[in-house]
């Protein structure tokens, strides 16, 4: 028996994008963002909402880039931090400790301890409500070589990402392997198709 | 170390989304995606991006509505399959035996045995690419009782949601809850901002 509780934003996995962008003084900053994803496979373009009172929101707007770092469960305090703190009268990088790094593609700074970055140029601006929705072509991914696994693929096993659970606000770490996709399904057949 | 690994569509985390339609003739049909997640918080919408050659597109299109059904770590192997076979050869609901509802809310199906369901109006279309990014709002959640916490929100460790990691092409589940958000980072301070 299914209960209604309104019209809520919550879905799972919600992810924790920390997303890098440069002031007009070109100072490093990060925020935290739960509201994004991959939005198209070709070109190769990733998400992220943000209200227009972030200091993060005129930044994109201005240099037309950002970065998507994903933190370690080991920094999850951190990760926290950005969401908490604002860029307007913070020095993030500095309060934590954590090293800023130039894109080499795009106009933009990544975390250096965050195991895997995407580098964005920005490509749609959309107009949702409170939140806009910035739309970034992924230029290239940077992985720690720490976490890359025997294919040369990252492993997230290694990478070890946050699920975000929203309403309940809360931090989850990864579980088990379930099975491969594409893969596990592939001997359901409907009995009346083809 | 970071290493460049070309510019894919890779974040952490993924979600599996069921997506559920109707097509023309009011058959239901569900694909699992994994483009999406919430990109506005007033009103409240989530998004999906399909490529246009997926049957769902056209019904989305045609009906201007669909739902996101969360299916459960124990549903894993329904939801590859969802993603594997098309709705315009087979009847997806019949080969796998679960069972499609219709919503009250909008024009299309959700997934009873799947604990988590969004109801979405079609609200925006923005072609980015390959995939066409579909926003719907979100007009109500219905929730499993059985899946409630203490304080009528949903558990996600009741839920169990899968996780996706693209391009190794695995599911996973949830791990070990980390800490709350909006609290673990309250201690960090920037030695020279206020």
Not at 19 to 36: I, L
Not at 40 to 63: D, F, H, Q
Not at 155 to 171: G, H, T
């Amino acid at each position: 028996m299914k209960k209604s509780i309104g019209a809520q934003t919550i879905v799972y996995p919600t992810p924790v994008f920390v997303v890098g962008t440069y002031d007009k003084e070109s100072r490093p900053n990060v925020m935290t963002a739960a509201w994004g994803g991959i939005c198209c496979s070709s070109p190769p373009c990733v998400t992220v909402s943000l209200r227009k009172a972030t200091y993060s929101y005129g930044n994109i707007v201005e240099r037309e880039a950002f970065t998507v770092s994903i933190p370690s469960e080991k920094h999850v305090k951190e990760a926290d931090y950005f969401g908490i703190a604002s860029g307007k009268k913070t020095d993030k990088f500095s309060a934590t400790g954590l090293t800023p790094v130039k894109s080499e593609l795009v106009d933009a700074p990544y975390v250096e301890e965050f195991p895997f970055v995407l580098e964005c140029k920005l490509r749609h601006t959309f107009e949702i409500g409170l939140h806009t929705q910035f739309v970034g072509e992924i230029l290239d991914v940077k992985v720690e070589q720490a976490v890359l696994g025997d294919k040369g693929l990252p492993d997230i096993e290694k990478i070890r990402p946050i699920v975000f659970a929203p309403q309940n606000q809360e931090y989850y770490g990864f579980g088990p392997f379930l099975g491969e996709a594409f893969s596990i399904g592939k001997d359901i057949r409907d009995p009346y198709g083809s």
